[in-house]
């Protein structure tokens, strides 16, 4: 099928590289020059396992590539998703205005253009949205007389850092559409993706819009939950890591975000959550519980800069070591990052600070400058610091040289933000060691 993706970001660059490598032509189109520009010189503007090289080979055989002009690309498309940003403004909502300005631009390229009958040519959007944007988009094409366009809702579940992995081979797919003509179109789309029999899901699009909330909130209420377990575990002496256990094997309950730490980030979770209770709101409904989840990680994202506080005292001149500033692995994205309230904290607390992440510094050298400094090499950053804080548990963290960090550190402190490490064994090496809903081992059993 001809498609075109609106939209260069993160979902809208997966989205076109996967549908063009299962053998659609797909031109992906953004206002920005420069983003443009970076991929047709064969780079990304963003890291994401595997997807550099999936964009060269598409683009180098054909099915892929990219412009500005919006009037040429989407002229001969049957399908047209929409990926532009929606992010959250101040009261929680997301900004739709890159959203209308799409209705606005499709309604005058094809107003009057004649209709082939329902699924002859979609408006596929992909962008997070409220309930009710699919309906008010398809109002804006009819107010200004575009009648050959059906919308569908098609909201994407991607994870940063395995977003290839999740739309080749998906839970499952969900479409919002309004007639049936629509849906088997999307079908046949998805077939290549959907070999191992994973449900194609349809639905009316408000359904789809409000399950990519629903789940989303469902999976950050699972984070807070297990962060605020942590949290009393550290005051009666329980090991968070024996009661995940304890309850992850409930089949009703299960392990899969069980995992406590400095609180979600991203460019989901918070805004989501926050959207999804800023709709109940305009509603007149108090979404108690999705407020509650909210809060309690806004809170959470300061835990390790108050175990800091708690075991120096006075901050004013240490040197704190942080191993990982991304919102997490396998991503350079710091949107909502726990590493920057910290980074925010220890910085106005007088500390200085010493950091290394993988693929994250630029992003943080341009939102901080020469506040802090950003070390080439992990153990660069431990040299003349107080102590190391592992935010980020990337994979090269998980099993350091101990020794060195000793050598490395004026003081043997660890304070371990993701449970990467053993306390005992952490004890055993000299270490004093603070995690997340960690009980303090007794050496002599």
């Known amino acids: 099928m001809r498609v075109t993706v609106i939209g260069t970001g993160y979902v809208g660059l997966v989205t076109a590289t996967c549908l063009a490598d299962s053998g659609n032509e797909v031109i992906g189109v953004d206002r920005d020059p420069k983003k443009i520009q970076t991929l047709l010189e064969g780079k990304i503007p963003i ?46 909502t997301p900004n739709l205005n890159a959203v ?64 290839l992995d999740d739309f080749n081979k998906p839970d499952r797919v969900v479409v919002g559409v309004r007639h049936p003509a629509v849906a088997e179109t999307l079908r046949e789309l998805y077939a290549p993706f959907l070999r191992t029999e994973q449900p194609f899901l349809v639905m009316t699009p408000e359904s789809a819009e409000m399950t990519k909330y629903a789940a989303n909130t469902m999976l950050a209420t699972k984070i807070s939950f297990i962060n605020e377990i942590a949290n009393l575990c550290d005051r009666v002496g329980a090991d968070i890591n024996d009661v995940r256990r304890g309850i992850g094997h409930d089949v009703r ?7 406590p730490g400095p609180g979600y980030g991203g460019s989901c979770f918070p805004k989501d959550v926050k959207a999804l209770v800023s709709t109940a709101q305009s509603y007149g409904l108090e ?4 407020k509650a989840v909210d809060e309690v990680n806004e809170r959470q ?29 396998r991503t350079d994205d710091i949107r909502e990052a ?8 220890l910085l106005a607390a007088g500390a200085l600070v010493r950091a290394h992440d993988p693929e994250a510094m630029a992003n943080v050298k341009a939102l901080y400058g020469d506040r802090i400094t950003l070390c080439d090499r992990p153990y660069g950053a431990l040299e003349e610091a107080d102590a190391l804080v592992l935010v980020t548990e990337w ?6 040289d101990f020794e060195l960090i000793k050598r490395l550190l004026k003081n043997p402190v660890i304070f371990d933000g993701r449970n990467v490490y053993d306390p005992k064994s952490m004890i055993n090496m000299g270490f004093t060691y603070f995690g997340i809903g960690r009980a303090v081992p007794n050496l002599n059993s």
Do not use: M
Request: aromatic share 8%; net charge positive.
């Open 253 to 259: 309950i299960g392990f899969q975000f069980l995992h």
């Open 395 to 400: 994979q090269a963290f998980r099993n350091p």
């Open 338 to 345: 726990p590493a920057l309230v910290l980074i925010d904290a």
């Open 301 to 329: 994202k300061t835990i390790l800069f108050s175990k800091i506080q708690q075991h120096f005292g006075n901050l004013a001149g240490k040197t704190l070591a942080i191993w990982g500033l991304a919102f997490k692995p």
């Open 287 to 290: 979404l108690s519980l999705a």
């Open 100 to 163: 209308w300005g799409v209705a606005r631009e499709l309604a005058g390229l094809f107003q009057g253009v004649s209709s082939n009958g329902p699924g002859s040519r979609i408006v596929i959007l992909k962008s997070t949205v409220p309930v009710g944007t699919n309906a008010r988009f398809a109002q804006i094409l009819s107010e200004q007389g575009c009648t050959c366009l059906e919308v569908a809702s098609n909201p994407e579940f991607l994870k940063e850092g395995a977003a």
């Open 47 to 92: 890291y994401e396992p595997g997807l550099l090289e999936l964009v060269q080979k598409n683009t180098r055989e054909g099915r892929l590539s990219f412009t500005t002009e919006l009037s040429s690309a989407v002229r001969q498309a049957r399908l047209i998703f929409v990926a532009v940003g929606t992010p959250p403004q101040e009261d929680g």
